[in-house]
């Protein structure tokens, strides 16, 4: 069973920065595309980030273009996400998940994992 | 700018009823359009695919229909499990993005 585990949230002040990870597991990880999905207290999804199987590709949302970096490590089963310059609407459950294409962007998300909260505050 | 409007906002039904959510995109899709249903303190899933796909191990019940700018995804006899948040998500032009949702609730 795919199994997405993210890590590295927490509440950090703005204009800071974090790191998150998402743990890949039970699928060939370097086969597919990941993403990243975010999610406000009480809001919709929004997506944020997107990375190519083998990492040629990234792709953002206007909102975190120039602030954040979508990453891999195929080798360690790992996506990250850099952020950097936060702001308070930056704050939201951050979910990794998986494209349902191998070795091309479909950006259709079948696996999600739990999310890590983020949150902006001073 | 192409948005997705997700109605109703709320559907309040029982169980064992049929549920009928709407999404219509403001220019043509085509059928690329996903619908994933989210319980409270829950991440998303995935129930449907390119309009009308079911993901892996989605149960009969959901199903979808419709192309260019209207949706449908149908429950066609709630489960206590059903009740939840469901959100359609265009994937015709980039960025992807979502709708605002329905929530299907307990009448």
């Known amino acids: 069973q795919v199994h997405l585990v993210e890590s590295g949230g927490g509440v950090v002040q703005p204009g800071r920065s974090l790191r998150l990870s998402c743990a890949a597991s039970?699928?060939?990880?370097?086969?597919?595309?990941m993403h990243w999905v975010r999610q406000a207290p009480g809001k919709g999804l929004e997506w944020v980030a997107s990375?190519?199987?083998?990492?040629?590709?990234?792709e953002y949302a206007d909102s975190v273009k120039g602030r954040f970096i979508i990453s891999r490590d195929n080798n360690q089963n790992t996506l990250h996400l850099e952020m950097n310059s936060l702001r308070a609407e930056d704050t939201a459950v951050y979910y990794c998940?998986?494209?349902?294409?191998?070795?091309?962007?479909?950006?259709?998300?079948?696996?999600w994992g739990q999310g890590t909260l983020v949150t902006v505050s001073s | 700018e192409n948005v997705l409007t997700q109605s109703p906002a709320t559907l309040s039904l029982s169980p064992g009823e049929r549920a009928t959510l709407s999404c219509r995109a403001s220019?043509?899709?085509?059928?690329?359009l996903a619908w994933y249903q989210q319980k409270p303190g829950q991440a998303p899933r995935l129930l449907i695919y390119?309009?009308?796909n079911r993901a892996t191990g989605i149960p009969a019940r959901f199903s979808g229909s419709g192309s260019g700018t209207d949706f449908t995804l149908t429950i066609s006899s709630l489960e206590p499990e059903d009740f939840a948040v469901y959100y359609c998500?265009?994937?015709?032009?980039?960025?992807?993005?979502f709708g605002g949702g329905t929530k299907v609730e307990i009448k």
């Open positions: 998940a998986r494209d349902r294409a191998r070795h091309l962007v479909s950006s259709i998300f079948d696996y």
């Open positions: 039970a699928f060939i990880f370097s086969d597919f595309g």
């Open positions: 990375i190519a199987y083998d990492g040629t590709n990234e």
């Open positions: 220019r043509s899709i085509s059928t690329y």
């Open positions: 390119d309009a009308s």
């Open positions: 998500q265009q994937r015709s032009s980039w960025p992807p993005f």
